[in-house]
């Protein structure tokens, strides 16, 4: 799973950026911190599921009880219903996200173009400015989102771009090129200016960035209103990204 191994890689970076980052292995699971109030930035990841245990799930909470930030457990499988939900649930976690998994290596399928659409590289402080308005607006983020926002922004890592029709910022994304991997975040479009072809745009531009760079393609966690375009766009499946956080942390 490609995109794995640019979350993870993601993680790794973070402490270049913000002072309370950390991450670490510990036998097998990644455990990642960045000191953002977000309990997805702040996670243990496993890859194989059978080390999703009693036991493990009270070090994890020991560990991020530590920590004072919120938390969450990821799991990456090709299993849409991993067994190891069950036992999660039976110690009150809660599915925030299952997020099918997509790679395209090579050109995207061609696709009709709107014209009137127009992509340009996120640069001036205008340009962020108006970055973190489409986000918000497209996502409806809470307003803390918006450190994370700004973090991505700085990230020499990152490749960020805006889509413009008749003089608005309606569309955004990111290209994150981290651990050999270019993996894709923040593809957005404003209600507005859905169904336009504005995010078909966005993500032609940066799967050509990741091109030009070296990378053989693209990687990226869909939304389920996201798979049709990226479907037609040809990307193949790829696994599925969990993530459960605590009701409450009575562990």
Known sequence: MAFHRNWVSLFEVMP??????????????????????LATFNAAILEDEQLITVDRLEAFAATFRDSHM????????????????????????????????????????AYAANRTVKIRR????????????????????VPSAQDLIDLMLRMDEGFHVLAWMYGRAVGAGTLI??????????????????????????????????????????????????????????????GFQFAWVPMFDGM
Do not use: C
């Open 177 to 238: 090129a981290a651990g050999g991997v270019a993996g894709v975040y923040n593809v957005a479009t404003v209600p507005s200016a859905r169904r336009q072809g504005v995010a078909a745009a966005v993500m032609a531009a940066l799967h050509e960035r990741a091109l030009e760079m070296g990378y053989p393609g693209t990687a990226l966690a869909s939304s389920s209103m996201g798979i049709p375009l990226y479907d037609r766009l040809g990307y193949r499946p790829d």
């Open 122 to 141: 996120v640069e001036t402080d205008e340009d962020r400015y108006h970055f973190g308005r489409v986000l918000m607006r497209a996502f409806d983020l």
């Open 70 to 109: 919120p938390y969450s457990v990821q799991l990456f499988s090709h299993d849409l219903h991993p067994p190891a939900e069950s036992l999660l649930g039976e110690l009150g976690y809660l599915r925030a996200f299952a997020d099918p998994l997509r790679v395209r290596e090579g050109p995207l399928m």
């Open 16 to 37: 270049r950026y913000l002072p309370e980052a950390k991450s670490w292995w510990e036998d097998g699971v990644f455990i990642g911190i960045t000191g953002l109030g």
